[in-house]
């Protein structure tokens, strides 16, 4: 079945202890996004990754790191977590579009809720 | 920048009753547009898609127009099921700056028997 994975699905934490949220997806997608969806906010897109080794800040990268090694792979990292970074996070994949236009539709995860205390 | 505005929520309806939700966009040159789903306890997922002005996407009988001179997609839906309580958001996706999605923030409905 063709689906974005991520883990953990829920993740208690406290402030300053370095965590990993994997996200893998088995479709061969070459650009891969993480957001995370506040109360009032809408999702709002952390990073992106165009391609093995291509990644890129979104709208709101402060306190985030990601890698992409591997096509399947696009890890978030919280190096130092605040509790400002309670969020629920998604991951999400697609074709990166050839040529102008087209409607390069966007794959989710289930979401991953972390509390940071 | 490219953004996205929809109607604020939450929109209570009773079932078969007509949904309309509004949603506009700001952006330069030609984006696709989206309407994505999120059940509850799940990701989002996605509804339907238009890629150029006058497209009509549909799907489990939502439908939304691309109208370029009002910069508009609204969604609507003839006759709401509960089975159709989620929440809805818009977005639109650029090639500028390297493939970005802009999503706008939500509309949750409820649609009660």
């Known amino acids: 079945e063709a689906q974005v994975t991520q883990n953990p699905r829920y993740l208690i934490t406290v402030t300053g202890k370095k965590l990993t949220v994997t996200c893998s997806q088995n479709?061969?997608?070459?650009?891969m996004s993480w957001y995370r969806q506040d109360p009032g906010l809408g999702l709002r897109q952390i990073y992106y990754?165009?391609?093995?080794?291509?990644?890129d800040k979104g709208d709101v990268p402060e306190g985030y790191k990601v890698s992409r090694k591997e096509k399947r792979n696009f890890p978030l990292i919280l190096e130092s977590p605040s509790p400002n970074q309670t969020s629920l996070y998604f991951c999400a994949s697609s074709f990166y579009p050839q040529g102008g236009g087209g409607a390069n539709v966007l794959t989710f995860g289930a979401g991953s809720r972390l509390t940071v205390l | 920048g490219d953004s996205v505005t929809q109607m604020e929520g939450p929109v209570t309806l009773s079932e078969e009753a007509f949904l309309t939700i509004n949603c506009t966009y700001t952006?330069?040159?030609?984006?696709?547009l989206f309407w994505y789903v999120q059940y509850p306890g799940e990701g989002l997922q996605l509804l339907l898609k238009a890629t150029k002005a006058d497209d009509k996407g549909s799907n489990k009988g939502f439908e939304a127009t691309y109208r370029k001179e009002t910069t508009s997609f609204h969604l609507e839906k003839g006759s709401v099921q509960v089975s159709d309580s989620a929440v809805y958001f818009c977005a639109l996706s650029s090639l500028k700056g390297g493939n970005q999605f802009y999503f706008g923030t939500g509309t949750s409905l409820t649609v009660i028997p």
């Open positions: 952006a330069t040159g030609y984006p696709s």
């Open positions: 990754s165009m391609n093995v080794e291509v990644t």
């Open positions: 479709m061969n997608h070459e650009y």
